[in-house]
């Protein structure tokens, strides 16, 4: 009987000295931000072609002639078809309003193509002037500055150290204010959905270009600027700390 008993009283001082253990242990849960500004590498010139005409088959036709011209055209630039994409085909009808009353025009046939290459603002300029030339009004452009998959995920793998860093040096300033020091990482939670990337001014239509007439060369225009593109990443993580002796 004084065995069992002993036991039990052995079981309850461990366990008590467990629990004293843990309750020296405490968290800091904190948010690491991190920021960086990226030239563009690449950029997205997009352009729409257009063609109306009152039979649909011949809004079709005229609309495949602007595109084979257009490809054309690009070409001699020295653009390959690789770098281009088209896409976005459609036909809609063209309705104006007369006396009180819309009338339908005809058909309106329309076909989207992207086209891709490394950033380079005299290629850029190049394209600007040869869309905004007289007699090539049936076009509509803009431009998107835009990351490689390459340059995005090295900033990305950049940031989460920065974040991460940046979380750790805050914590360890209020742990060392609360007498306490890190012992190890309890938890993070990586905040994928708050990956941003954002730039100003990012999609610019040519008829915001203005040429600058001072050139007697080719045509530039002075409002073509591919800005940085910023990217932030959050991270939260939880350490787990105890009491300095």
Same mark, same amino acid.
């Given at each position: 009987m004084?065995?069992i008993?002993?036991l039990?009283?052995?079981?309850i !001082?461990t366990?008590?000295? @467990?629990?004293?253990q843990?309750a020296? =242990?405490?968290?800091?849960?904190i948010?690491?931000d +991190?920021?960086l500004?990226v030239?563009?590498?690449?950029v ?5 072609? %257009?063609?109306?005409h #009152?039979?649909?088959?011949?809004s079709?036709?005229?609309l495949n002639e602007?595109?084979?011209? $257009?490809?054309?055209?690009?070409e =001699? ?5 690789e770098q281009m994409?088209i896409? @976005? ?5 063209e309705?104006?309003y007369?006396?009180?009353k819309?009338?339908m025009?005809?058909y *309106?046939?329309?076909?989207h ?5 490394s950033a380079?603002?005299?290629?850029? +300029?190049l394209l600007?002037e040869?869309f905004?030339?007289?007699?090539r009004?049936?076009f509509? &452009?803009?431009y ?5 998959e390459?340059?995005? *995920? ?9 974040a991460?860093?940046r +979380? ?9 204010q609360?007498g306490?020091?890190i012992? *190890?990482v309890?938890?993070? #939670? /990586? ?5 941003i990337?954002? &730039?100003?001014?990012m #999609?610019? =239509? +040519?008829? /915001?270009? !203005?040429?600058d007439?001072?050139?007697?060369s080719? $045509?530039t %225009?002075?409002?073509?600027d591919?800005q940085e593109i910023?990217?932030?990443e959050?991270?939260t993580?939880? %350490?787990v700390?105890?009491?300095? =002796?």
């Amino acid at each position: 009987m004084k065995r069992i008993v002993l036991l039990t009283l052995a079981l309850i !001082v461990t366990s008590f000295a @467990g629990f004293a253990q843990t309750a020296e =242990k405490s968290t800091i849960n904190i948010v690491g931000d +991190a920021e960086l500004k990226v030239l563009p590498d690449v950029v997205v010139f997009s352009v729409t072609v %257009f063609a109306v005409h #009152n039979v649909l088959n011949e809004s079709v036709k005229k609309l495949n002639e602007e595109t084979t011209s $257009l490809t054309a055209l690009l070409e =001699k630039m020295g653009f390959t078809k690789e770098q281009m994409r088209i896409a @976005g085909f459609s036909v809609q009808q063209e309705w104006e309003y007369e006396n009180s009353k819309s009338v339908m025009k005809g058909y *309106r046939a329309t076909q989207h193509i992207n086209l891709r290459f490394s950033a380079d603002k005299d290629k850029l +300029a190049l394209l600007m002037e040869a869309f905004t030339a007289e007699g090539r009004r049936q076009f509509s &452009t803009f431009y998107t500055p835009q990351l490689s998959e390459k340059v995005q *995920r090295e900033t990305e793998q950049k940031l989460i150290v920065l974040a991460m860093n940046r +979380a750790r040096e805050n914590a360890e300033v209020i742990a060392r204010q609360a007498g306490q020091r890190i012992v *190890r990482v309890g938890e993070i #939670n /990586y905040h994928i959905d708050r990956k941003i990337v954002e &730039t100003e001014h990012m #999609n610019v =239509k +040519a008829d /915001y270009m !203005v040429p600058d007439e001072s050139k007697e060369s080719i $045509l530039t %225009f002075q409002q073509i600027d591919l800005q940085e593109i910023t990217l932030t990443e959050r991270i939260t993580i939880t %350490f787990v700390t105890e009491q300095v =002796k």
